[in-house]
């Protein structure tokens, strides 16, 4: 009898030993949704992805426009916040340039981040001014080597998608 009681109760520890654990309900308050542009075209879409989750997860997904140092400001934010899954980073493949650029990131690509989802693919376009006499890339290679310092671009910085 002794040794029934003892499996009995073995049994009952065991059973409640691996009883399933309550789920806690996420997320329960407002999510950040930190955005590695300043505002501009990807502007939109971090508003229409806010927008878009906030009826099937029931809370306000907030866009917090971190434009600037090719990504790598917005990373870091993310990077140090808790990971608790209420902050969150839209970013771009400079995420995975920048330890190639900038040997002293506040942060590891790698270690620190984990990819959900790709939200959009973004063509690069190179134009030119009409007065430019160059109809392709490679005659607009042709000039700037015929004309060394003669003429002038922009772009989004050194690591980000455009340079």
């Not at 502007?43 to 927008?51: E, M, P, Q, T, V």
């Not at 866009?63 to 140090?80: C, H, Q, T, W, Y």
């Not at 400079?94 to 693919?121: E, G, N, Q």
Request: proline content about 10%; hydrophobic content about 45%.
């Amino acid at each position: 009898m002794k040794r029934i009681s003892w499996i009995i109760l073995g049994v009952a520890v065991a059973l409640a030993a691996s009883a399933p654990a309550q789920a806690q309900k996420y997320p329960d308050k407002p999510i950040r949704l930190v955005v590695a542009f300043p505002t501009g075209s990807p502007y939109i879409l971090a508003l229409l992805l806010s927008d878009k989750l906030r009826e099937p997860l029931g809370q306000p997904v907030v866009p917090d426009f971190r434009g600037g140092a090719g990504g790598n400001l917005a990373s870091e934010i993310v990077a140090k916040a808790p990971a608790d899954g209420y902050t969150l980073l839209l970013t771009s493949a400079t995420i995975v340039i920048s330890p190639s650029l900038f040997p002293k990131l506040a942060y590891d690509t790698f270690r620190d981040f984990v990819p959900v989802t790709l939200i959009a693919t973004v063509p690069n376009v190179l134009v030119v001014h009409p007065s430019v006499p160059a109809k392709s890339l490679g005659e607009l290679v042709k000039l700037a080597k015929a004309h060394p310092g003669k003429l002038n671009y922009g772009s989004g910085g050194v690591g980000s998608g455009s340079r």
